[in-house]
């Protein structure tokens, strides 16, 4: 059974980095059949991509947050981190780690973790 | 960036009602349309992809259909635990993104 887990601090300070880690236990994530990607969530607000990565390295960042946006993998741990710097309020959110299975979506959701950007 | 514009915002329904849900693209994107359901303070669940193919373990109460521009789900049978809010999401190019939510609450 895959599960996904989101890692990290849930509080974070205004223009610091926010960094939080999915580790990913049932499947590899070396697995040429997947990706694997963040999504956020404000409260009571809808659904927002942030990025994606393949086992190789490769990347896809929103437009929206891409310069502040960092995604890498540790193929040894089975992880994905995603880094966001320069935060603000409006950073607060659940975060999400998700894998997608090329061409049909995402299939398999982390619990989500909250962050709250605040001093 | 492409638009998703779900229909309507929100929705009330009975037990074993019949609804459908309307999710239209800004532009065309074949078939790669995902549905998802999200309960309050939970993670969203992943229940068709492709427009309508229907994800492994959900119940075929769920269906979808759709292609291009404009795509649909439709529930059938509503019961107590389909009550929740529903996104749909473009996977043709990104960035991926998502309708504003459909949220399918009790009459």
């Known amino acids: 059974q895959l599960q996904l887990q989101e890692s990290g601090p849930g509080l974070v300070k205004p223009s610091e980095t926010l960094s939080l880690t999915c580790t990913v236990s049932g499947a590899s994530i070396s697995s040429s059949n997947y990706y694997w990607g963040w999504i956020r969530q404000p409260p009571g607000k809808g659904l927002e991509w942030i990025g994606s990565i393949y086992f190789t390295g490769s990347t896809y960042y929103n437009p929206s947050l891409k310069s502040r946006v960092t995604i890498s993998v540790d193929m040894p741990k089975n992880q994905f981190s995603l880094k966001l710097s320069s935060v603000t309020a409006a950073d607060t959110a659940v975060y999400y780690c998700a894998r997608i299975i090329m061409g049909l979506g995402i299939d398999y959701w982390g619990q989500g973790t909250l962050v709250t950007v605040s001093s | 960036d492409i638009q998703m514009t779900q229909s309507p915002s929100s929705l009330s329904a009975s037990v074993g009602d019949r609804v459908t849900i309307t999710c239209r693209a800004s532009?065309?994107?074949?078939?790669?349309l995902a549905w998802f359901q999200q309960k309050p303070g939970k993670a969203p669940k992943s229940l068709i992809y492709?427009?309508?193919s229907l994800q492994s373990g959900v119940p075929s109460k769920f269906s979808g259909s759709g292609s291009g521009t404009d795509f649909t789900l439709t529930i059938s049978s509503l019961q107590p635990e389909d009550f929740a809010t529903y996104y749909c999401?473009?996977?043709?190019?990104?960035?991926?993104?998502f309708g504003q939510g459909t949220t399918l609450e009790i009459k």
């Open positions: 999401q473009q996977y043709n190019s990104y960035p991926y993104t």
């Open positions: 492709a427009a309508s």
């Open positions: 532009q065309g994107i074949s078939n790669y």
